[in-house]
């Protein structure tokens, strides 16, 4: 009828409502009507912006833009800080190429998602935005993600809150002294950090005692990382240095988790993997596990590093170590001799390509519960084992040999032995089923480990998903950025792909 007036929303501007009358005009009245009527709704994430919408920052972005603009890439924000006002649960802010410095453009004071609403940080193109101003979260941030970034910011990041994932991102660098990390989790002064998840993401760079410290926290799931310990720390104490810590944190993972080739001088080096617990304060360390785990080419002269070590003044337990690769350290395995350490451990190969002049293969006298299990060790310049006992082992060309059900002497090497690649036993070989039960000896880690994206106690978490594993995930970009841009040249960086460096330590060539 004419005159009725009849109100719409309009389908290509969520938020805008037009009138009949407003129907009548140009399009371009409509255009204005609609940028008004968005800007007014996703301006500040309240309100209709609670719309799970799209927005931009580019370096060549103006912060002038409205909310409403720049969900359009051509009309972005300037900076990172002003993207994330724009964000409500369910958001996602895309962040153009380019290099994103000074406080305008650290990520910090961040936004929260909700359950099933994450908020999604992300690079338009993975690899092409680099951050150097930190990454310093709040103990209550949470449900964010973080994709496909190079954080390069010589202080660290802290990383805090709890259901937070992060997907490819470059962590590099670290400060050059005092007790701090390239990237740590969790804190002192909050007991609440919790269910966070990185997936396929690579850490490096001088600075900070450990590349990656979870203290803390707990129901952190470390999956698919690949970590290089590069110097430029020291102290005046002689606090230890590590890759991947997991101190006074309970029910954490670290799944196909790579760190090699931290054969540098270092200050104190202890180890590639390293596991402490100090005190039942602020947080216990239990209930820990490394599935499926790589530690190459670790050893620093300077100490006595291993590839994994329990360490600390308290008690731990129930940890599980299940198919690790501990090579060229000074020792595959230290159970700390201060505390009581429970641990169940199978499927484990350890040894040096060539035997140094100190090394054992399992070591330590703590009380505690142990189980070391389908052990290969070989060449160690002292021991196989020292303090400690296991079942099903093969020793070979080690200091001394020691005895136990189900022992092996003759070498492990080779076809028809089993040992041609370090992360895997060929079918068909003397090795594979030699273990208990008919299992194999050695470690088997040819699939990826945990569903993906999954955080600790979802279905498939810790699983084998049959996927494979090699060639590794996104090797091209690792060797980019952690050797090419980096200017590195040692270790698997004078190779000519990651998987081929691994599979080749023993010299047999690449299967993949």
């Given at each position: ?214 203290y803390n926290a707990n129901r952190v799931v ?134 140094g002049n100190i090394g054992v293969g399992i ?132 190779d000519t792909s990651l998987t081929h460096y ?11």
């Amino acid at each position: 009828m004419p005159g009725a007036r009849t109100t719409y929303e309009a389908d290509w501007c969520p938020g805008a409502r037009f009138s009949s009358v407003l129907l009548l005009p140009a399009i371009a009245g409509l255009l204005i009507a609609c940028v008004s009527s968005a800007s007014d709704a996703g301006g500040n994430g309240a309100g209709r912006g609670a719309v799970a919408n799209t927005y931009y920052v580019a370096p060549t972005g103006s912060n002038f833009n409205s909310c409403a603009a720049a969900r359009n890439a051509l009309t972005p924000k300037k900076t990172i800080q002003a993207g994330l006002g724009c964000l409500a649960p369910g958001s996602t802010l895309i962040i153009r190429d380019g290099i994103y410095s000074g406080s305008a453009n650290a990520l910090g004071g961040l936004p929260n998602g909700s359950p099933g609403r994450y908020i999604t940080i992300k690079a338009q193109n993975e690899g092409k935005v680099i951050i150097t101003d930190g990454l310093d979260m709040a103990h209550t941030n949470a449900y964010l993600i973080f994709q496909g970034l190079r954080f390069q910011d010589s202080g660290g990041r802290a990383i805090l809150g709890n259901h937070l994932k992060f997907f490819r991102n470059e962590f590099k660098g670290g400060c050059a002294s005092g007790n701090c990390a390239n990237t740590g989790v969790g804190t002192n002064d909050f007991n609440d950090t919790a269910d966070i998840l990185f997936e396929d993401n690579w850490w490096h760079g001088a600075g900070g005692r450990y590349n990656l410290l979870v203290y803390n926290a707990n129901r952190v799931v470390v999956r698919r990382a690949v970590i290089r310990h590069d110097g430029g720390w020291t102290d005046t104490k002689g606090d230890p240095e590590a890759g991947l810590n997991f101190y006074n944190s309970t029910d954490c993972s670290a799944q196909n988790v790579i760190i090699l080739d931290s054969n540098l001088a270092y200050h104190t080096w202890q180890s590639a993997f390293y596991s402490v617990h100090m005190s039942d304060s602020p947080n216990a360390n239990t209930d820990n596990s490394w599935l499926g785990i790589i530690a190459l080419n670790n050893a620093s002269p300077k100490s006595d590093g291993a590839g994994l070590r329990f360490d600390g003044n308290a008690s731990q337990s129930n940890h599980v170590v299940k198919d690790a690769v501990l090579w060229d350290a000074f020792s595959g395995m230290n159970v700390s001799y201060h505390s009581s350490v429970g641990v169940t451990a199978s499927g484990l190969t350890i040894g040096q390509t060539r035997r140094g002049n100190i090394g054992v293969g399992i070591q330590g006298r703590s009380r505690g519960v142990k189980a070391f299990t389908n052990v290969i060790i070989a060449n160690m310049a002292d021991a196989d084992l020292s303090g400690v006992s296991a079942t099903f082992f093969n020793t070979f060309n080690n200091g001394s040999t020691s005895s136990g059900t189900g022992r092996l002497t003759s070498s492990p090497f080779g076809t028809r032995a089993g040992l041609m690649y370090l992360p895997r036993i060929e079918a068909g070989s003397a090795l594979k089923t030699a273990g208990s039960g008919g299992s194999q000896i050695g470690a088997q880690i040819v699939n990826r480990i945990g569903a993906a994206g999954t955080l600790r106690g979802e279905t498939g978490w810790d699983g084998d998903t049959g996927a494979p594993l090699w060639p590794f995930p996104n090797e091209a970009r690792i060797m980019k950025e952690m050797c090419t841009d980096a200017h590195i040249t040692r270790g698997f960086c004078s190779d000519t792909s990651l998987t081929h460096y691994i599979m080749n330590y023993l010299g047999n060539g690449n299967p993949y």
